[in-house]
Each structure stands twice: as C-alpha cells, then as structure tokens.
C-alpha cells in the first residue's frame, strides 16, 4: 500500500510569492495532519482534518497560512505571500480514525525555501 | 509552554553499546506515547509506542520504559547500530484521535 504522498519534495521560491504544497493520505485513513519542522521548534502541529473537516487550525502562525481537504484523498496548504522565515521543511501525516493508538503515518516532507 | 520535553539534542554511542533516549512531559492527561525515528530527508517513522497502563515494552532492540509518577520515558537500543543513527522524537497523546504532541527530537549518532 502507498504511503503517505506529498509533492513537491523541494520547493525554492521568491519571498511574496504563493506557495502551495499537496498531500495525498493513506487510503482508509480519515485523519491528516500538517505539520512544519524547524531547528528552532521541533515538530509543530499546523493544522488537522478529521473526515476532511478543518477540526483545529490554531498552530496556523498566520492569516498567509491556509489548508483545505476537498476530500478524503487530497489535501494543500498554502502560503500566500511567502516569507523567509517560511523555509522548513512541512510534512502531512495520516491517520485511522477511531484507532486507540493514535500512530500517525507521515510522508516524506516538502522542503521549502523562500530567499 | 513545551508539554513534551526531549533535552540532549544530541547523543553519541559506541556500535554495540546501549543507547538511552530520555524524554519528559507535563500533561497528565497523556496516556500514549510514541516513539519516531527520522533519517535525513524523509518523514518521521513510527518505531514503537507504549500505553500509559505499561510500564515497559519491547520491541527487539528497542524497549520503551514508562515512569508515569515521574512523566519520564526513555527508549533503550540494545545492541547500538550504526543504522540506528537519526533523530528520534518523543510523542504522546490521549487515545483516540486527538493530535500527538511532539518533542523536538534528539540525534542519535551511532560510532562503529
């Protein structure tokens, strides 16, 4: 089975441009999650959907920080305007709904550059 | 306010010794915890998870100690290898489908 599929892996791009990062979840999985990872922060939760509703977004830094998940099989988080201090690396987890063990399943990660 | 706490950023080991990850949480209501290894330039794997009403379990090399009254885990790797060599990161979080919070990882670098 596919994993977790994020695109693009590398992404380098001018600050005050739009920036758009794509996840597809396992399927079956019900619950997906944005995640950013910096030097300084760790691993910080940005936003989850459960049954592709938005359920808490407030790791969100910004209004410039937007994600939607049309359906249970894509999901985008967009930047708009990016800023340097945008560079990290962001990655979409999984999850099975209504699963004690709350293991998430993470994809590779996009890492994004804006200069 | 961190609520899960993983304070060497770094740890080196001998090939073949043993290797201890230590991370610490505040939150009580905590009741899973999680283990991920993450090499250079891929996502973070699941490696192994304990449940709050354990104390310990094992996985091969990998053993997972719980001390609930000190909100202290730690991931014993025995023997050390040097495929081990990541960043591990600490989680945990309440059963059921609430979001893990996770520590900010440490570095495991294993020395043949």
């Known amino acids: 089975d596919a994993g977790v599929i994020q695109s693009p892996r590398h992404e380098v791009t001018e600050m005050g441009q739009e920036v758009t990062l794509r996840c597809k979840p396992i399927?079956?999985?019900?619950?997906l999650f944005w995640y950013r990872q910096t030097m300084m922060r760790g691993l910080e939760l940005l936003i989850y959907f459960n049954n592709n509703v938005p359920i808490d977004d407030s790791g969100m830094p910004e209004d410039r920080f937007s994600a939607k998940m049309p359906n249970a099989s894509f999901s985008t988080l967009k930047i708009q305007p990016s800023e340097p201090r945008d560079s990290a690396v962001y990655f979409c987890?999984?999850?099975?709904?209504?699963?004690?063990?709350?293991?998430?399943?993470f994809g590779p990660g996009t890492r994004l550059t804006v200069l | 306010d961190q609520q899960v706490k993983q304070n060497s950023p770094s740890l080196s080991v001998q090939e073949g010794r043993i290797s201890i990850l230590n991370c610490d949480y505040t939150n009580s209501m905590f009741d899973y915890f999680l283990w991920y290894k993450k090499y250079p330039a891929e996502g973070p794997t699941f490696l192994i998870s304990i449940s709050s009403i354990k104390d310990k379990n094992e996985d091969g090399r990998f053993t997972v100690f719980l001390n609930k009254s000190a909100k202290h885990l730690s991931l014993h790797i025995v023997p050390s290898q040097p495929g081990d060599s990541a960043v591990y990161f600490c989680?945990?979080?309440?059963?059921?489908?609430?979001?893990?919070?996770f520590g900010k990882g440490t570095r495991l670098s294993v020395i043949a």
């Open positions: 989680a945990a979080g309440n059963s059921g489908n609430t979001p893990l919070v």
């Open positions: 399927s079956g999985h019900n619950s």
């Open positions: 987890a999984s999850s099975p709904i209504n699963r004690g063990d709350d293991t998430q399943y």
